[in-house]
């Protein structure tokens, strides 16, 4: 058995007494690409944050690789190797789609090696390859604030990749996305999931159907139902969260 990339053991989150996590278990393996979902306030954003280290717990541990990380400053565990992308795009728009992915790279190493060592040809080849992974070799020189809500999040999701994070956290990555542009976005998380384990939230069934391999429902800070899709979709207390709300639809932040 290998040891699970995350791990979030018996956490409870409390903001002013209101839990927004109540003894949460979840765990990861290396590699896998899991989808949570639950209705909006169900405390999913929460679980990223906890796992950042934006948010801490008042009980229970982190534990990122097997190593405790709940003491930790946010900084200190994106440098272990945990990467983030939030819903709203984040791309400089006055930037070419490689000008962003270089700024986000040279943040990784540092100022001071940015100030006095130059790119070198392989990170140059890196950068190129990520354009590649994200879709957007033939918009390389296009500034960002020219590209389309979609192009704008895959460059978001390369500026997190090209930081090398071994686990990267997606919120909502499709939300106001075509359906064309949502099914190019399944294929570059399935894409990236072989190399990094990721961790997305997402309320867009369809999305869903088309890219979950393991699914976790959260409700109320709690874990309603894990498992595979074909489990999730028959289960009775999920089919009545979803459909007694109004169905697919609703809003979720
Ligand atoms: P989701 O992402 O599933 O929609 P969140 O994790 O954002 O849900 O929120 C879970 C619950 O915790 C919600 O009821 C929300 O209002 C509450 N909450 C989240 N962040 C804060 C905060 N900083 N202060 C107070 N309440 C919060
Ligand atoms: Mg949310």
Redesign the pocket.
Same mark, same amino acid.
């Given at each position: 058995m290998h040891e699970p990339i995350v791990r979030v053991e018996n956490v409870t989150v409390s903001?002013?007494g209101?839990k &927004?996590l109540q003894g949460m278990n979840f765990s990861m393996d290396p590699g896998e690409l899991r989808v949570v979902i %639950?209705p909006? %306030? &169900? %405390?999913? *954003? *929460?679980l990223l944050d906890v796992i950042t280290g934006k948010v801490k717990p008042v009980e229970g541990r982190v534990l990122f690789k097997g190593s405790e990380i709940n003491g930790l400053r946010v900084n200190q565990i994106a440098n272990l190797g945990v990467g983030r992308k939030f819903q709203t795009p984040g791309v400089y728009t006055n930037f070419t789609a490689f000008e962003n992915l270089e700024l986000s790279y040279q943040t990784k190493r540092g100022v001071f090696s940015t100030l006095f060592n130059p790119l070198s040809s392989s990170d140059v080849e890196q950068i190129y390859a990520i354009l590649e992974v994200i879709g957007l070799a033939h918009k390389t020189h296009q500034k960002a604030g020219l590209l389309s809500h979609g192009e704008k999040q895959w460059l978001e999701i390369g500026m997190v990749i090209v930081q090398d994070p071994d686990l990267l956290l997606i919120d909502e990555p499709v939300a106001g996305m075509t359906e064309g542009e949502r099914e190019k976005t399944v294929r570059l998380l399935q894409s990236i999931a072989t190399d990094q384990s990721i961790l997305v939230i997402e309320h867009d069934m369809s999305f869903v159907r088309e890219i979950a391999k393991k699914v976790t429902v959260?409700h109320e800070g709690m874990i309603l139902c894990e498992g595979p899709m074909e489990k999730i979709q028959s289960d009775s207390r999920v089919i009545e969260l979803y459909l007694g709300r109004g169905g697919e639809g609703h809003a979720?932040?």
């Open positions: 903001f002013d209101f &927004a %639950g909006n %306030g &169900a %405390g999913k *954003t *929460t959260l979720s932040h």
